[in-house]
């Protein structure tokens, strides 16, 4: 039970949890350092940030409360005309159908790329022949779903909606702090992420990244300006920004370049585990090169949250229903109840991997 034994964390895809050493004493020092100092500090944290993301020109880096506020500037701040068209894959997370959705009123067309009948994530053939339409401004996509952590081909979304002329706007809340990303190697037009997930970093700091190509029309900027700035999202929380720093400096330490094929590994052995119950089915690409380390699980006559929370009391805390992400669902077809989402951190271990085996299989029968 949970009093026997400490708590189990495995929603890192939800909140990366407990914080490593140094980001709870950056943020500790950042509270008690003197307020004239700030303005150097944020130059300097910021620059970080953007190398962290190979971002040459950290003015083109906006540093917002999270990354729902940067998708929600990166979507809603172009100058969209009636008519326009904007496409998304079948796996957002709401934070970024939101803005899309509040574009149908301003008579921007708002299509949606769902998966491919050969089992691709994206219908890469349906999404060249919208692009082929015209009137296409940006095509909008997470870089993995945050229900089954599976990765989508952004690669090639990125090349095809540059044959076409379109710009493309990448969510990477799920993969920013786990994969390396050089925003130029990558040719995204435009990037958001979160920094509580990934990155290590505590709640309310993400950011967006704004290529120079890109020529943002926020209504609340001045007519000759191109880039959103923090007049559109609000002051910049500067203890998270430099808890932010020091996560991205954690995660850049020797001791975490395996981090990513560690936590593959215990998703790995959960879901090895799980498959053994007849009543347990997994979501999502088997390979563990194909997703992050995320599990998504149904259990055959239980409803997911009933599961989530007798985990829960056997101290293995899990993520139970939609996780903010209908779409994804309708996609997967578990709309209906969602999943039991399993993710790992980066200090996750093989022996707890097996403790959450157990309780899974004790689960295995209503």
């Given at each position: 039970?949970a ?8 929603n890192?895809?939800?909140?990366s949890?407990p914080k490593?050493?140094p980001?709870r004493?950056?943020?500790q020092?950042a509270l008690e350092a003197?307020v004239?100092?700030w ?16 971002i ?10 999270g990354?729902?506020?940067?998708l929600q500037v990166?979507?809603s701040?172009?100058?969209w005309?009636?008519?326009d068209k904007?496409?998304?894959s079948g ?7 939101r803005?899309?959705l509040?574009?149908r ?8 790329v769902?998966?491919g009948?050969?089992?691709a994530l994206v219908?890469l053939?349906r ?8 009137r296409?401004?940006?095509v ?11 990765l989508?081909p ?10 076409y ?6 969510d990477?809340?799920?993969t920013?702090g786990?994969l ?5 190697k990558?040719?995204?037009d435009?990037l ?15 950011g ?5 190509r ?12 191109t880039?959103?700035g923090?007049?559109?999202t ?18 850049a330490a020797p001791?975490q370049r ?8 215990v ?6 585990l799980?498959a053994?119950?007849?009543v347990?089915?997994?979501?999502g690409p088997?390979?563990a090169s194909?997703r992050?380390p995320?599990?998504a ?6 409803r997911?949250s009933d599961?989530?929370?007798?985990l ?5 805390h899990?993520?139970g229903g ?14 209906g109840?969602?999943v039991?989402r ?12 097996d403790?959450?085996g ?6 295995a029968t209503?």
């Amino acid at each position: 039970m949970a009093g026997s034994a400490p708590t189990l964390y495995l929603n890192h895809a939800g909140t990366s949890w407990p914080k490593p050493a140094p980001v709870r004493e950056a943020i500790q020092s950042a509270l008690e350092a003197p307020v004239d100092a700030w303005a150097e500090t944020f130059a300097r944290h910021r620059e970080r940030v953007a190398d962290a993301f190979a971002i040459s020109d950290p003015e083109r880096l906006l540093l917002t409360p999270g990354c729902t506020s940067a998708l929600q500037v990166a979507v809603s701040d172009h100058p969209w005309a009636a008519g326009d068209k904007l496409v998304t894959s079948g796996w957002e997370h709401h934070a970024l159908l939101r803005p899309a959705l509040e574009l149908r009123r301003q008579g921007v067309e708002h299509l949606i790329v769902g998966p491919g009948r050969d089992g691709a994530l994206v219908d890469l053939l349906r999404l060249e022949e919208i692009l082929r339409g015209g009137r296409v401004r940006l095509v909008a996509m997470c870089a993995a779903t945050n229900v089954t952590g599976a990765l989508l081909p952004i690669a090639e979304v990125i090349r095809l909606a540059h044959d076409y002329g379109a710009y493309v706007l990448i969510d990477a809340a799920q993969t920013a702090g786990w994969l390396d990303i050089d925003v130029g190697k990558l040719g995204a037009d435009l990037l958001a992420f979160a920094g509580h997930k990934g990155p290590q970093a505590p709640w309310g700091i993400g950011g967006l990244y704004v290529a120079k190509r890109v020529a943002m029309r926020s209504p609340r900027l001045a007519e000759a300006a191109t880039m959103v700035g923090y007049c559109d999202t609000g002051s910049v929380d500067r203890l998270a920004l430099a808890g932010l720093v020091a996560g991205l400096g954690w995660l850049a330490a020797p001791a975490q370049r395996d981090r990513l094929e560690r936590a593959r590994a215990v998703i790995a052995r959960i879901r090895e585990l799980a498959a053994s119950s007849p009543v347990i089915r997994a979501h999502g690409p088997a390979a563990a090169s194909a997703r992050m380390p995320t599990l998504a699980l149904t259990w055959a006559g239980q409803r997911t949250s009933d599961v989530a929370a007798r985990l829960r009391l056997q101290g293995v805390h899990v993520s139970g229903g939609h996780q903010c992400a209908p779409l994804a669902h309708t996609s997967l077809g578990t709309h209906g109840d969602g999943v039991v989402r399993i993710s790992a951190g980066p200090e996750t271990t093989m022996d707890e991997a097996d403790r959450a085996g157990e309780a899974l299989a004790r689960l295995a029968t209503p």
